[in-house]
């Protein structure tokens, strides 16, 4: 059977990861369709981490299934992953800082010309269509393909690293705390190219542990504690606090608002005594 709009682009089923006796993961549901952003909320040691690698290829589930366009499937490697339209983008862009812009667009997959009886990189080629694809995203500082990637924003890196993944077929993308190191007006950069991979019909999973950040451009929440699915909603369902509230524990954090009220009370607001 087809895959139709209504069928997620990228599912997992039930999917358990475990390290020797150690285990990571427990049945996680999790599901992304075309033109919509998943944003995958925890703290840190949550998870996040290990759902990112199973997905792009790194490591294998224990148990449970990786779906896409409703179909089981299993990813050897990374190189499996992206061929199949998966593209990962990680916090620092993946960008080599020292090449320049058109380089670091097709490292890898170099256009080539002609020079006599060689095959040479067509740095004229690779500059044009690398300042395009990033232009196209909205970042219009960026207007010299010969620019050295050192030399850009944290931003712009990231705009870079989307811009390549689009280029080169991505279906799904996966956004590994893209914002986390950037001030508000970098960070906005990269929400905005966000909402047009979105736009553009692409399936987004975007990993963060910023509720800002993941509600300026999320459809779709998941909530990760201690390597388990602790909430799923939609768009609107949950505030802010209380998405906050969820990935701080919710219950631990009430308590121990309570001992400190409670501390506070017998000691007519004094700090404790240090020793």
């Not at 358990?16 to 427990?26: I, R, Y």
């Not at 219009?140 to 393909?145: L, P, V």
Request: aromatic share 6%; hydrophobic share 45%.
């Amino acid at each position: 059977m087809s895959a139709t709009k209504s069928t997620p682009i990228l599912a997992m089923r039930g999917v358990n990861k475990s390290f020797g006796p150690h285990d990571v993961l427990h049945d996680i549901n999790l599901e992304v369709r075309a033109g919509e952003v998943l944003c995958l909320l925890g703290d840190n040691g949550a998870g996040k981490s290990t759902v990112i690698r199973l997905l792009s290829g790194v490591h294998r589930p224990t148990s449970g299934t990786i779906e896409l366009d409703g179909k089981p499937v299993g990813f050897d490697n990374p190189r499996a992953a992206s061929d199949l339209g998966i593209a990962t983008v990680h916090q620092f862009g993946g960008t080599f800082p020292l090449m320049t812009i058109g380089r670091s667009f097709f490292v890898g997959a170099e256009p080539t010309r002609r020079w006599g009886p060689f095959k040479v990189f067509d740095r004229k080629k690779a500059n044009a269509i690398a300042v395009k694809a990033v232009r196209d995203f909205g970042i219009t500082r960026i207007d010299d393909g010969d620019r050295l990637v050192g030399g850009l924003s944290g931003g712009e890196r990231q705009s870079l690293a989307i811009a390549r993944a689009v280029h080169f077929g991505a279906r799904v993308l996966i956004l590994d705390e893209p914002t986390a190191a950037l001030g508000v007006k970098q960070a906005s950069h990269v929400l905005r190219i966000v909402n047009e991979a979105k736009r553009r019909g692409l399936a987004v999973i975007f990993i963060t542990h910023q509720v800002t950040h993941a509600m300026a451009v999320g459809d779709h929440f998941a909530v990760l504690i201690r390597g388990a699915v602790a909430a799923d909603f939609r768009k609107g369902q949950k505030t802010r606090e209380e998405i906050t509230d969820l990935m701080a524990g919710g219950e631990a954090m009430a308590e121990l608002e309570a001992m400190i009220e409670g501390y506070a009370a017998s000691q007519d607001g004094h700090a404790p005594q240090v020793a």
